[in-house]
């Protein structure tokens, strides 16, 4: 059976075993509302919230978790992959911050299970912010007498600054990044005019061509509260054209982190919560635009090539994931008082270029 | 006379002749509440804020207005000289964005006269945002639907999306970016508690030292509103110590905008306005304490030398100028939908390390 057929009759199925004009839902559910652990006070999560604006954290000074995962955006940075200090690029696509605390484990190979363990990567990787190690870190925010006064305000008098207690609090924050209330949410819970015609047929056919067989639950992305994580093969189907077009291959995925072959082109299946503000696509970041990403999906994981109405009714109805950001207030980061906190200065440069400040 | 002596001398005449125990305050003014210009509209200045926000104004996608001018901090990046696109790095060190309303010019060097030109610059500096042209600015926002919107509804329906209006609204927005009721504003409208003994002995020293004769009105910087601006040798005292620690003769400072050498090392006055937040100090970000710079200025300047405890109630002064910083609610980017707003991913990197995300 090729491809679309199958698509055609699983709508088939739908339409005539069910009776129904729209998808069963068992495959869907709404974001949860609210991620709170406890002990995630208002004062550790405003701590962690400069934390992670602060660019002081990098050894240029200029790379904070928010460049690389910017909440003005789709906490991403929208390039295909990652410019940390000087410059440097990394590997891989930065995945969204936004709900990610509705995962199992954290980066694209899922090498970590918890949101602190993810805070503490990227400080201290090369192309990142290319600290040379947590302890320059906590150097640098001892350096500063405000942060000191609300670490041992959080987290008591004694030792306050650790990283451990630096990235709780950076978690903390991390749990407050979710968007419930998108247009699905709101036609879930009964609001049956929150989602366009062409966005209840993507969803009826996003469920139907297979995409719900690895992107489901409350994130599309097979989590569930308690659940192990789920890893996939991709590409599945390693003939696909897409495969050489966007070097899929390259990357082995998991066993990089698992050092097991039987891990290779294994990834973590990553949410569709507000994928349209997530451009470019995949965790090479190859891929320009959500319609070819769909196209590719169908075509490398499902062996389906769909028509120009059915991207577009997918597309549509993944722009109904777009949830609703919560507001979030500039923080002030706490300074030094006539002190830089970065080390002494370099070497002025030379002054042959006027368009400097 | 040295110049300790003719501290001495002026604090005395001060007490002897006009029997004051603090200075008159006829070098000093509040900074005013509002800096709004006649068209700056809340639209228009909500605009200008996204712009300011967005790091895809930048050829990266990694660098904003508030990349080397952080809002998060003292309105610059911290650095002794600014990091922009592809870890390059200019000549000089970020001023502030926090008062800039209240300066006749812009730059170092007061090449341009007003905030809509300053903008103009960075967008297209190799060392900085890194852009072509204003062309290709102009091209990144008008492919996001929600930036021509914007645009549309604040400029009229014809040619919205030009330069000229961006930089308009970014202008309006950095009108907004002033910090009132310092302690020292406060102290001078009457609240004689606002500021500590050895702040009101740092005022008095301030004035009777001759940091005035530079530093004065609102903003710190000789400014008035009206004014043609502040252009002052530095240094002027050229066989000080400090200048050849510091390097303080390689940048010709204003000639560079005007090309007449008459104005070699001159540099406009910088405000002194929450001068405790932006360290490292000087056009060329050499110094790294307020001290020492506090020490260095006295002595290029006023061919001064002070004792500790002058330098320790002049820095008090200064930390008086702290101002009241607005609330400011992150902005939400416009996205395009499923689109990358930056040009097509470029190959991918290599895949050796593992530290990527």
Known sequence: MNALSRVQINLLACTLLLGCTQVLSQDFEPLPKSAAQQGDTDEKIALGKKLYFDPRLSATGTVSCNTCHNLMEGGDDGRPTSMGVDGLTGPRNAPTVWNSVFQASQFWDGRVPTLEDQAKGPMVADVEMGMAGHDQVIGRIQAIPGYIRKFESVFGPSDAVTIENAVEAIAAFERTLITPDSAF????????????????????????????ECHSGPAFNGWQPGSDGEFVEFPRITDSTFVKKYDLIS????????GDRSDDH?????????????????????????????RLMASTQLDAELSDDEVAELVAFLSALEGRFPEIALPRLPSRLGESVLQQPEAAKGFGDATGH
Do not use: W
């Open 251 to 258: 990357d082995l995925g998991r066993s990089n982190a698992t």
């Open 185 to 212: 949410d709101r036609y879930l819970s009964g609001d049956k005019v929150a989602m366009s015609d062409v966005q209840i047929r993507g969803m009826e056919l996003f469920e139907s061509t297979g995409c719900t």
């Open 266 to 294: 294994y990834f973590k299946t990553p949410t569709l919560r507000n994928i349209t503000l997530t451009a470019p696509y995949l965790h090479n970041g190859r891929v320009g635009s959500l319609s070819e990403t769909v």
